[in-house]
C-alpha cells in the first residue's frame, strides 16, 4: 500500500497524560498537513509541513501540541498533558508541491480518547 | 473569514434514487473546490475537483457544479447505491502559500435498501 499510513488507529488515554502519533506520507510528497476532526463535523487544519520545515501553524494548535518532521519524511504529532476536549480524530494528508490542482491525500486518522 | 457551509447536514434516500448536496462559500481569493467523500472512521476520498473555469466535472455516478459567481457547488448522486453511505465534504482552496484548505461540515447520506 502506498498511501498514507498513520499509527496508531485508536488511542485511549487518562486526562494528563501525553501521546504521540505518527504518521507515514506518500513517498514522493513533499508537504505534510496534521488536522483534527470531530465528532460530524469538517476537519480542522492544524499544521503543515514542506519537506522538514513546519510553515504554518493553526491558533487550534496550542502550546500543548507539537508536529515535527525531522527528515522530512514522516512526521509525528505530539499532545502533552492530554485534556477531554482533545478527543477527535487527528488526520494526516501529503501532497506533492505543485500548483493549485495539488490534491491532498489523507491517511485513515488516529482517534483519539481521552478519559 | 473563509467558510464553508452545506446542506443539508443529513440526508436518507433509498437506493437507486438521486440526490444532490449543497455548498456555499466564502473563501478568497479562490482557487479551486473539491468534494471529499469519508467512509465512517476513514480519512477523506478526493471525488472531484473544480477551478474557477470550469462549472461541471463528473466521476461516475458524481457529478459536481460550480457556479463561481454565486460562489456555490452542488454534488449529484445518481442512481445511488449502499456503498454511496458516507459524509460527502465539500473543500476550499484559497490561493495563498500551503494550499491551504477550508472544510465544510459535510452532509450525511444515508442510502437504504
Known amino acids: 500500500d502506498t498511501g498514507v499510513s498513520q499509527d496508531p488507529r485508536h488511542k485511549i488515554t487518562k486526562r494528563g497524560q501525553n501521546v504521540t502519533f505518527r504518521c507515514d506520507p506518500i513517498s514522493e510528497h513533499n508537504r505534510l498537513y496534521w488536522y483534527r476532526q470531530t465528532l460530524g463535523q469538517g476537519p480542522e487544519f492544524l499544521t503543515y509541513f514542506q519537506n522538514e520545515a513546519q510553515l504554518e501553524k493553526s491558533r487550534l494548535l496550542s502550546d500543548r501540541f507539537s508536529a515535527e518532521r525531522p527528515k522530512g519524511s514522516f512526521s509525528t504529532l505530539e499532545i502533552q498533558r492530554t485534556e477531554q476536549g482533545d478527543s477527535a480524530m487527528y488526520l494526516c494528508?501529503?501532497?506533492?508541491?505543485?500548483?493549485?490542482?495539488?490534491?491532498?491525500?489523507f491517511g485513515p486518522g488516529t482517534r483519539l480518547t481521552v478519559l | 473569514k473563509n467558510q464553508v457551509e452545506q446542506s443539508p447536514q443529513s440526508l436518507i434516500i433509498l437506493e437507486g434514487k438521486n440526490c444532490t448536496l449543497q455548498?456555499?462559500?466564502?473563501?478568497?481569493?479562490?482557487?479551486?473546490l473539491r468534494w471529499y467523500k469519508q467512509d465512517t472512521g476513514r480519512g477523506p476520498v478526493s471525488l472531484t475537483i473544480m477551478t474557477f473555469s470550469e462549472n461541471t466535472k463528473s466521476n461516475g455516478r458524481y457529478t459536481a457544479t460550480l457556479d463561481a459567481d454565486t460562489k456555490q457547488s452542488s454534488l449529484h448522486i445518481t442512481a445511488s447505491q449502499l456503498s454511496d453511505s458516507a459524509s460527502y465534504i465539500c473543500?476550499?482552496?484559497?490561493?495563498?502559500?500551503?494550499?491551504?484548505?477550508?472544510f465544510g461540515g459535510g452532509t450525511r447520506v444515508l442510502v437504504k435498501p
Open positions: 473543500v476550499v482552496s484559497a490561493q495563498a502559500a500551503g494550499n491551504k484548505l477550508t
Open positions: 494528508a501529503s501532497s506533492s508541491e505543485g500548483g493549485p490542482g495539488d490534491t491532498q491525500y
Open positions: 455548498c456555499n462559500y466564502t473563501v478568497s481569493p479562490f482557487s479551486n
